[in-house]
């Protein structure tokens, strides 16, 4: 029984760590009241206190690929933890000095980066010998972090009520989480020879150089979905206005249906794998993709929302395949196919904004509506070319079942 208690401890304090992962965009709420805490600073560069995050995660990313050989996946998230609570609640405490108020997102950043990739990579050394309890495991990562965005997102609008700075004690949750990663989270290998990766892969086998293939176009992929996704989280609301079929408080209830149904599916995607497999990829672009058609031509505000979740639950079904799929190879291809999971994610959601402007000279669109419509054939495309690709490879995988 203690045996069994100790576990469930394990995997939830592995988990909780989840719920800060999309926790950098919370302060968006925060911006026009610190907008005029600062009438002397550039808007622009107030604006960047919520992206600025972004561009760092990536940073931590590559810093944590390094740190990691040195002190071993334990102790480097327990960095970036420590980094999320000191850089988070800062602001609380010195609040009048804006460089100040810019560094401290930026070291947050840096914390988020310092074991997003991590996280993923400890799953899957603890459960390698369990493939199926893997899968449900990162999906309820990906559950969690959706959990993260909508119960934090909520907190800190209470929390908002009291002043601006104040808001961002929601960061303080870093610490609870810090101390039950620390005791409950058993200690990784560490690396007792710093020369032995690389004696590991000196020379790539063919399937491995198949795989490098993979990981690139899966990052172009994700990017390119990324970007659409996060374009659609910032414009639903603005689609509705134009459409005149709803206001900014049924816009804000739709990006919450977002988060809903991509803790949906992080919740259920251990059966989601087992029933559609490799197979996951087409079907829930394509399931994007027409959700995405439907919005613009729906004059509904219920089947609006309910696209709205359709979309949430589509992409979040995508991101925990990825690292299930890259974390069943190699040592090699699971930390480069995860790096590039998160880099092409993070790169993406930072460059979103310009998605729109990009389209609109690409296909001269000139309304949300328009805008919505040619990202909803983009991706529809996209999944029909990736169907092609599952079912090739299935083809030639049967090939070589059969020359054995």
Known sequence: MDIIRLDRLKIYSLLSVALLISSGPLIAANIP???????????THVGLLTTIPSLFVILGILVANRLELWIGKKRTILIGLALVFLAGVFPVLKHNIFSFLFLSRCFFGLGIGLFNRLIIQMISDIFQDDSRRKAAVIG????????GGICLTFIVGQLLKINWHTS??????ALPIFLGFLF??????KMEKRKAEPRETVSDSPNDVGSYRSVYGYGILLFVIVTIFINYNIQ???LLLEKHIGNATIGSNNLAFIGL???IAGFSFGRIFQLLKDYIMPVALLFLGVSIYITTISESIVLTTFCSMAIGFSFRCMMPYLFHTFTQQSKKVAKLGTTMVLVAYNIGATLSPYEGTVLSKLFHVHTVQSL????SIIIILISLIVLGVVLKKEKMSKVQQ???
């Open 168 to 173: 961002f004690l929601i960061y303080a949750l």
């Open 402 to 404: 059969r020359s054995f």
């Open 184 to 189: 409950f989270v058993p200690n990784d290998k």
């Open 236 to 238: 639903v609301t603005s």
């Open 33 to 43: 009241a610190i907008e005029k805490e600062f009438p002397t600073v550039n808007p």
């Open 140 to 147: 309820l990562e990906s559950a969690f972090e959706g959990l």
């Open 261 to 263: 149904g991509a803790f």
């Open 372 to 375: 919505f419509l040619s990202s």
